[in-house]
């Protein structure tokens, strides 16, 4: 079983950034993908970004590509989203999710474990 705590997330003015960290604890943190999703209100959760297992592939979002970047520490047992540029549009609540998948998934049904979110607004 593996425990996922995610901190970082606030109020942010738009063009400014956040990084959001994910720490994990239970498992071994370095044979799962992670990745980060978001769900903002009356929407469905959509998919941010992923890194593999090894930390040698990342993909994102289009929405988010060149303004984002995830990235993990393995001897740290943690996955950070560095958001950058941020807008209105990025305001939802983050999820970080670990999938047994060493590729990770761009869907959240490729995802075993999930934090319980952090919340991040970014005002106009």
């Known amino acids: 079983q593996v425990q996922l705590v995610e901190s970082g997330g606030g109020l942010v003015q738009a063009g400014g950034s956040l990084r959001l960290s994910c720490a994990a604890s239970?498992?071994?943190?370095?044979?799962?993908?992670m990745g980060w999703f978001r769900q903002a209100p009356g929407k469905e959760r959509e998919f941010v970004a992923l890194?593999?297992?090894?930390?040698?592939?990342?993909n994102y979002a289009d929405s988010v590509k060149g303004r984002f970047t995830i990235s993990r520490d393995n001897a740290k047992n943690t996955v950070y989203l560095q958001m950058n540029s941020l807008k209105s549009e990025d305001t939802a609540d983050y999820y970080c999710a670990a999938s047994r998948l060493q590729s990770g998934s761009f869907s959240a049904r490729g995802y075993d474990y999930w934090g319980q979110g952090t919340q991040v607004t970014v005002s106009s």
């Open positions: 890194i593999t297992f090894s930390g040698g592939i990342s």
């Open positions: 239970g498992g071994t943190f370095r044979t799962y993908a």
